[in-house]
């Protein structure tokens, strides 16, 4: 018999690599700190170190432990890899930041899938036109209700008030505690514009609409929404100092021609550390298939007290279940917008199976 040594043993490799599998993660502790203002193709644009002199912006591709979870305008995230910022360089987004507030929307009231429009924000900008494209209630209804649900302050922005008066449109939100900025022509900036501060208030302020909206504006991140050809962009231009393309309406359709293709945060001209605004896409739909009925009724405040008439288990979609709702409105309580404040109300409670489509949310882990 031969004498059998070392040499004589062959190792086959492994063909998933040498090293052993763990499910420990590294902690990333050199990782930097950076607020995404921008999202284009797999891309991730970032700025760390902000409002100190070693400010930079960065390119960053997303980890691949983090291929399921959306990234977006906002978000803080965690970074390593290159991180000088320098041309053709790309960094490693590798976490995501705990957020504080999240603005999401889905495509209709009975998709299951949740789509976040933006992270962080402490205030959600509604912007309409007084016409052209005629202003709708039910986009503002529903942004409010989005608002509300997510934590964020909504502020009221109706553009194009020398083509048309708003008053009718404003006399829907009168009962709103809610900041309402009327932008009109140049003309009419010269000597002030209508505003309504939180109060209430009715007030003849001095200044354009653009200086009106820096003071509300500043040292928040505020996220501005808003159909196609409402103004949305030029406005943001006008704060900013940008060059964020704009469009006009469709003379034959309406509505207006889309222009911004993602989201994009932007610094507010002169404002204090932390001043962001997000222009966001024009939104054709606003679904809130993930909000539940009972927090739908918060973003109505002129109504809610009359549901304390109501029976239990009153889903208030209804008025031939006895609901208090309508009672409330004939007694002019919720004012002369009242029954048309109701009628809109209805419709978000009605619309969709709501329960089945968060069912299917929550089956689906609510995956952007």
């Not at 514009?193 to 009715?202: K, P, T």
């Not at 909206?213 to 050809?229: A, P, R, T, W």
């Not at 609901?323 to 919720?334: E, F, K, N, R, Y």
Request: with cysteine; hydrophobic share 40%.
């Amino acid at each position: 018999m031969r004498d059998w040594d070392e040499s004589d043993v062959r190792i086959r490799p492994n063909k998933k690599g040498s090293r052993p599998r763990t499910k420990d993660r590294p902690a990333y502790d050199e990782a930097v700190i950076g607020r995404i203002i921008t999202v284009d193709r797999g891309r991730y644009t970032a700025i760390v170190d902000e409002d100190t002199d070693t400010e930079r912006v960065l390119i960053a591709a997303r980890a691949r432990e983090l291929r399921r979870s959306p990234v977006v305008a906002g978000d803080f995230v965690a970074l390593v890899g290159d991180t000088t910022g320098a041309p053709d360089t790309l960094a490693r987004l590798v976490r995501v930041q705990d957020r504080r507030t999240v603005l999401r929307r889905s495509a209709d009231d009975t998709d299951p899938i949740e789509r976040i429009v933006v992270a962080n924000a402490d205030q959600l900008v509604i912007v309409v036109a007084a016409a052209n494209p005629e202003p709708r209630t039910g986009f503002i209804d529903r942004a409010l209700v989005a608002a509300y649900d997510a934590g964020i302050a909504p502020l009221l922005l109706v553009t194009k008030a020398d083509v048309k008066d708003p008053a009718e449109l404003l006399a829907n939100y009168e009962y709103l505690d809610m900041t309402v900025v009327v932008s009109r022509t140049a003309s009419d900036a010269a000597s002030g514009i209508d505003a309504r501060s939180d109060d209430g208030q009715s007030a003849r302020l001095a200044g354009t609409a653009v200086g009106q909206l820096k003071e509300h504006l500043d040292g928040k991140v505020s996220v501005m929404v808003g159909h196609s050809g409402v103004g949305k962009s030029t406005m943001v231009n006008a704060l900013t100092g940008s060059q964020r393309a704009t469009g006009g309406v469709n003379s034959v359709t309406g509505r207006g021609r889309h222009t911004s293709s993602s989201a994009l945060a932007l610094r507010l001209s002169d404002g204090s550390p932390g001043s962001w605004i997000v222009d966001t896409p024009g939104i054709r739909s606003f679904g809130l298939a993930h909000v539940d009925p009972d927090r739908i009724l918060q973003a109505f405040p002129d109504l809610q007290p009359g549901t304390d008439a109501c029976e239990r288990g009153c889903k208030h979609d209804n008025a031939a279940v006895n609901c208090g709702l309508d009672p409330w409105v004939s007694q002019g309580h919720a004012g002369d917008a009242g029954t048309a404040r109701l009628a809109s109300l209805r419709r978000l409670l009605s619309t969709g199976d709501r329960t089945e489509g968060r069912a299917q949310a929550k089956e689906l882990g609510t995956i952007l």
